[in-house]
């Protein structure tokens, strides 16, 4: 057999086999939420059933506060942000669980879009837009804040509150060799091995652990 058809196959073969197994992944994550959700659902119809002080709040936070079925949502990390973030378009109306989806991105994404006056929200329709709008200038302003005349402080406080979207971009600026970006990284990633790393071995862990956040770069990229 012509050896680049046999690569031309392989490749392919490689390329569908992953395509297979991220589509799975999702449907499993998807899954999760969805089991979560149901049972936070009929919790709640719950509490307004029997007109309890929660069912009467109107603090969205208070109904999930203390909530397992929202930690397991928040759990499942950066994989739900593009489910939830789905959830959130496709409903009909803006209420309460697209408010809760919502703060679940934030918090998975640590990044709180209601730190700044123009990107605040109050609904979830408001969120996304405010979220895609972020996501969609993200890459340039990590480059941005990298080549800027900030301090080295000012710059990690700076790229600290893009939140776990801008880590792949500052990956980039990474392996460019700009290692005093690292502690953003640090402070970003819940990695044990990023705490114990020499300035030296930076641009090598770059290297190795870049592909971890694939799945999220192209994320951030669909926004483009």
Avoid: C
Avoid at 14 to 35: D, W
Avoid at 72 to 83: E, Y
Avoid at 92 to 111: C, M, N, P, Q, R
């Amino acid at each position: 057999m012509n050896k680049k058809l046999l690569i031309g196959m392989f490749a392919l073969g490689f390329a569908v086999t992953s395509s297979l197994y991220a589509v799975r992944a999702n449907a499993s994550v998807e899954k999760q939420i969805n089991q979560n959700l149901n049972s936070l659902a009929e919790q709640l119809q719950t509490e307004v059933t029997n007109k309890t002080e929660l069912a009467m709040s109107s603090n969205p936070y208070d109904y999930i506060k203390n909530s397992e079925e929202y930690a397991n949502i928040v759990n499942l990390g950066t994989d739900a942000v593009p489910i939830l973030e789905k959830k959130i378009d496709e409903s009909e109306g803006s209420g309460l669980f697209d408010y809760i989806f919502s703060v679940a991105i934030e918090e998975i994404t640590k990044v709180n879009l209601k730190e700044e006056e123009s990107t605040a929200w109050d609904t979830g329709d408001k969120f996304s837009e405010k979220w895609k709008a972020k996501l969609k200038t993200l890459p340039e302003e990590v480059e941005k804040i990298a080549n800027s005349e900030l301090t080295e402080d000012e710059k990690i406080t700076s790229l600290k509150k893009l939140g776990l979207p801008a880590v792949p971009f500052i990956i980039d600026q990474l392996e460019a060799g700009k290692t005093e970006l690292f502690p953003a990284v640090q402070s970003l990633v819940p990695d044990s091995q990023t705490k114990s790393l020499k300035m030296t071995d930076i641009v090598q862990w770059a290297k190795e652990n870049k592909d971890k956040f694939d799945d999220l770069k192209e994320y951030v990229l669909s926004k483009k």
